[in-house]
C-alpha cells in the first residue's frame, strides 16, 4: 500500500508543478493504471472508476517523442 501512496503523490506533485514531469512520473503512472485495471477486473463495481481528466492529458504526455 506504501508503494501506491508513493506513484500517487509523486503523481499529484507532478500534476501541480512541484516537480518535474519525469520518468518517475510515467512509472508512477503505469503502476497506478495496472492497480485500477486490476481493480476492476476483480470487482465490477469498480468497473466505471478512472483517472481524471488533467491525469488523462498526463498519460497521453508519455507518448510523445520530442524531436530537436
Known sequence: MEAASH???????????????????FASLAILTERLERLKRLD???AEVGFSHDVKRLKSRAHVVPVG
Do not use: H, K, M, P
Not at 506513484?7 to 512520473?25: F, H, K, M, P, W
Open 7 to 25: 506513484c500517487c503523490r509523486i503523481v499529484n506533485e507532478s500534476l501541480t508543478g512541484e516537480r518535474a514531469v519525469d520518468e518517475q512520473t
Open 44 to 46: 465490477g463495481f469498480f
